[in-house]
Every structure is written in structure tokens, then in C-alpha cells.
């Protein structure tokens, strides 16, 4: 497998695009995945992505407290709509930051 890929981000927007090409020998397949980023604001994030098998997928994050985020993703495969879309679960998920590291963010 062989896999390239580009980001751009432009942080006075609060943006960032990505393409990626991915090459597998195995499956003689190729796939072209193209997403982006924005940030509502400094406590929002949101993200989607598609490829040419028309899968598509989208993220929200919301940061709640100092070191936990909400996630809520979804992903959509539009080439079988009469399948149900996956939908997970909003998570809670934590992050480990030192005391020390605090007066620095």
C-alpha cells in the first residue's frame, strides 16, 4: 500500500483542508479521501470527510470542562441508502494534563 496525502490549515479562519490518495496493490484499488475542519470556536470543533466509495462522515467536538470532550460522529455510505446510517453514541473522553502544563494554555 502506498498513501500520499496534503493538509492545509489557515489558523486566522480556524480551518485546515486534507486530501489523501491511497494506492492498495493487494486490492488493486485506489481511494481518494478529501475532508476539512473549522472551529465554531475555542471550544468547538467540526470535521467531514468523503471519499469516492461515498462514504461520508462528520465529527462535532465541544471541549466541557478543562480536560473533557463531548464527540458525537456519524458516518454515511451513500451509495446504500437503504441501509440505516451509524450514528455513535456521544462519548466523553478525558485528557491527562500535568498541573504544571495548566498556566501554560
Known amino acids: 500500500m502506498i498513501k500520499a496525502s496534503f493538509t492545509h490549515l489557515d489558523k486566522s479562519k480556524k480551518t485546515a483542508a486534507v486530501g489523501e490518495i491511497t494506492k492498495r ?13 473549522y472551529a465554531v470556536d475555542s471550544l468547538t470543533l467540526v470535521k467531514g470527510k468523503h471519499n469516492n466509495h461515498e462514504k461520508r462522515g462528520a465529527v462535532l467536538q465541544h471541549e466541557i470542562f478543562l480536560i473533557s470532550l463531548v464527540t458525537v460522529s456519524s458516518e454515511l455510505e451513500t451509495n446504500a441508502l437503504d441501509k440505516t446510517p451509524k450514528f455513535v453514541s456521544p462519548s466523553l473522553s478525558y485528557r491527562c494534563i500535568r498541573n504544571d502544563t495548566l498556566g501554560r494554555m
Open 25 to 37: 496493490f493487494s486490492l488493486n484499488e485506489n481511494t481518494f479521501t478529501d475532508g476539512g475542519s
